[in-house]
């Protein structure tokens, strides 16, 4: 019986995971200031000892979310994963799963999140950028830069390059889901946009670069 008991009591690992997405709720619900370590004891039980002997206070708590929840998240893109596929392909995989990801209710939860306490943290919002679209970029840089070294592409700047990718899914739609204006987009809607991305950003509008001259493979 002791021993039975003791194996179906929950790990220090469960007991954080569990304290984390009940965190996440609240902070999601009400937002960093107003949520308070007493609410979220409500809401998981226990008792604040646990907390503060695992994350130290409120802040150390909401920082500890946002990193979990950004490295998870862009986790997905390991670079490996797409094998020898040639760099159109790799784009649209890339694309999809990043547009996925910045579309996650918990991605968009943090992010809500994050942006009024940017300022006051700014350490927290660090770790969130560098975590999350800064870590996207240069994984997708390095990509790049393996197509270069094939000759398939002719870039100057894989990382400027991997920006401007990353950043074409951070545009109006995500603006829109942020603010609660629109859904997540469906899947056939987000195929299309990742679809109209990585051809503008292979061909451009005209097929030209910005001094006019034909770029490599443009029609």
């Not at 390991?78 to 547009?99: H, T």
């Not at 899947?187 to 950003?201: M, N, R, W, Y």
């Amino acid at each position: 019986m002791p021993s039975t008991a003791r194996s179906k009591r929950p790990s220090q690992d469960d007991r954080r995971s569990a304290i984390l997405e009940a965190a996440a709720e609240v902070f999601f619900e009400q937002g960093y200031a107003a949520t308070s370590i007493d609410a979220i004891i409500e809401r998981i039980g226990g008792s604040k000892r646990n907390i503060y002997s695992e994350f130290g206070n409120k802040e150390g708590l909401f920082t500890a979310l946002v990193s979990e929840r950004a490295a998870s998240a862009v986790s997905a893109l390991s670079v490996e994963q797409f094998g020898n596929k040639d760099l159109s392909e790799i784009l649209l995989e890339f694309g999809r799963r990043l547009l996925e990801i910045y579309m996650s209710p918990g991605l968009i939860g943090v992010y809500r999140s994050i942006m009024p306490e940017a300022i006051r943290f700014p350490e927290l919002a660090k770790a969130f950028y560098e975590k999350g679209a800064g870590r996207a970029s240069d994984r997708l840089a390095e990509v790049l830069e393996e197509a270069r070294d094939r000759g398939e592409i002719q870039l100057d700047d894989c990382h400027w390059a991997a920006d401007h990718f990353v950043g074409m899914f951070r545009d109006n739609l995500h603006l829109r889901v942020v603010l609660g204006l629109c859904p997540p987009p469906s899947p056939a809607e987000a195929d299309a946009a990742v679809t109209s991305a990585v051809g503008i950003f292979l061909h451009g509008i005209y097929g030209v670069d910005c001094t006019g001259k034909a770029k490599p493979g443009g029609q």
